[in-house]
């Protein structure tokens, strides 16, 4: 099914404590917070317009839904309730920090409507949750992820790729974790510095050192491709545009077109494969790979023709309306050995 939300950002209020790389009004352009007749307006201005709000959830994003108080939280659930239903939206997505589950919020979340819960996992290595002061630990998310899953709701997992303290290593472990607690969705957001938070500072100081683009590009691109693979849904790979994160970046990760890149990736690894095992490591290798994947094959801005070209190899892709496989090796010419 289709995702798609009416995002209500309900920022950073409810947080015992600040994370180290969190700058809540960057990350959602906002610092207001919506009260129950906001959710309403937000939703009847929705409803209308969209076409098929049953494809559609409301969505409280932004900080830690669970850890608001109560009587907050339930004003905005009651308000989106009466949104849910026949012939309205799908149901109600929030995002939470997985120390504010437990049975008792859950059976409540349950009571108004709530369809999916996603946790801000950030990353499942005590270290890196330690050094970046999330305030739990990863058998807290493991423990969270579990009971969201027994009370049937949809369960998703946020993690941060490349925090402080982390490493390729970290970030691998951290994929095959995730893996074996089958979420039914992940994000995944490669880190940016926000200008204001504990964590610039520590770039700034030396403390901290980015590891390069290119590795994280990778790492995340093997994360993206092992998810999907699995049958999880990957819902966002890198940050949303946005001029706020633009404005406020110190250092990090960003690219408008982060998930692109990835996918080219994906399929820079399957041409090597192929060209590997067909031993070919000069010229003209014609591969047909699906219509639909015909972009994610030429890579971002046709990365992998240039790629390939560089080493001596001229990749030329025919899109396939048939072709059910990812790719397939066709013709070489002139390959030399
Ligand atoms: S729990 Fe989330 S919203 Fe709250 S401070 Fe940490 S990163 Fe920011």
């Known amino acids: 099914m289709a995702h798609s939300n009416i995002s209500i950002f309900v920022t950073h209020v409810g947080c015992p404590h600040l994370c180290a ?39 409280f994003f932004g900080g830690s839904f669970t850890a608001v108080e109560r009587s907050y939280m339930t004003e905005l659930l009651e308000a989106a309730a009466e949104f849910v239903g026949e012939g309205m939206f799908r149901g109600i997505r929030l995002s939470t920090r997985p120390d504010y589950i437990d049975r008792e919020v859950l059976t409540l979340l349950k009571s108004y409507g709530v369809t999916a819960i996603e946790l801000g996992a950030q990353s499942l290595d005590d270290k890196v949750l330690e050094a970046n002061e999330r305030g739990h630990s990863a058998q807290d998310i493991l423990d969270a992820a579990e009971l969201i899953k027994e009370y049937g709701f949809e369960l998703g997992l946020q993690l941060m790729v490349g925090l402080y303290k982390s490493s390729r290593e970290t970030e691998l472990a951290n994929l095959e974790k995730v893996l074996a607690v089958r979420p039914d969705t992940v994000r995944i957001y490669p880190v940016v510095v926000l200008g204001g938070t504990k964590l610039a500072k520590l770039y700034q100081s030396g403390e901290y050192k980015l590891m390069p683009m290119d590795e994280v590009t990778d790492i995340c691109a093997v994360m993206l491709e092992r998810f999907e693979e699995a049958g999880i849904k990957v819902l966002k790979c890198g940050l949303h545009a946005s001029e706020f994160v633009e404005r406020d970046m110190v250092a990090g990760y960003y690219h408008p077109a982060f998930r692109e890149i990835c996918e080219g990736l994906i399929y820079r690894r399957a041409f090597e494969q192929e060209l590997e095992s067909a031993g070919i490591e000069k010229g003209i290798a014609e591969f047909l790979v699906p219509s639909r994947q015909l972009s994610k094959a030429l890579g971002q801005k046709k990365s992998n023709v240039r790629f390939f070209s560089e080493k001596g190899i001229t990749l030329k892709i025919t899109p396939s309306d048939e072709l059910e496989e990812k790719l397939r090796l066709i013709k070489i010419t002139d390959a030399g050995r």
Not at 38 to 54: F, H, Y
Request: hydrophobic share 30%; aromatic share 2%.
């Open 21 to 59: 790389f969190c700058n809540q009004r960057t990350i959602t352009g906002t610092a207001d917070l919506p009260r129950g007749g906001d959710v309403r307006r937000i939703c009847a201005e929705q409803l209308g317009r969209i076409k098929e709000p049953g494809e559609t959830e409301i969505a």
